[in-house]
Nanobody, 116 residues
Framework: QVQLVESGGGLVQAGGSLRLSCAAS????????MGWFRQAPGKEREFVAR????????YYADSVKGRFTISRDNAKSTEYLQMNSLKPEDTAVYYC?????????WGQGTQVTVSS
C-alpha cells in the first residue's frame, strides 16, 4: 500500500503560479512512476504529467508543456508540480498518482482555481 497526501492548491489569477506537492508513504520502495492528473467539472479525469522514480524521465500533456514542470525528491518520497502561466482552463481538481507494483494509488485531490 502507498498513501498519498497532496498540498498546494488554491486560487490564483491568470498568468500566476502555483506549486503542488504530493508526499508518499508506505511501500514507497515499490514506486515506479509518480504523476498528476486533473478533472474539471463535467469532464473526465485527464493526464497532466508523469515522472519515473528512477532516472527522472518526464512526460507532459501537450496542454501544459512549457508551463508546468514535474519533479521529485527521492529522499522525501515527494513529487512536485510547478505550474506557471496558469490559464482559466487549468481550473480543476488535481490528483496525485503513483504506480507501484502494477497498481495505481491516488491522492485525495486538491482544487486549483484560475480566475480570468
Amino acid at each position: 500500500q502507498v498513501q498519498l497526501v497532496e498540498s498546494g492548491g488554491g486560487l490564483v489569477q491568470a498568468g500566476g503560479s502555483l506549486r503542488l506537492s504530493c508526499a508518499a508513504s508506505g511501500r514507497t520502495f515499490s514506486m515506479s512512476t509518480m504523476g498528476w492528473f486533473r478533472q474539471a467539472p463535467g469532464k473526465e479525469r485527464e493526464f497532466v504529467a508523469r515522472i519515473t522514480w528512477t532516472g527522472g524521465r518526464t512526460y507532459y500533456a501537450d496542454s501544459v508543456k512549457g508551463r508546468f514542470t514535474i519533479s521529485r525528491d527521492n529522499a522525501k518520497s515527494t513529487e512536485y508540480l510547478q505550474m506557471n502561466s496558469l490559464k482559466p482552463e487549468d481550473t480543476a481538481v488535481y490528483y496525485c498518482n503513483v504506480r507501484a507494483s502494477g497498481m495505481d494509488y491516488w491522492g485525495q485531490g486538491t482544487q486549483v482555481t484560475v480566475s480570468s
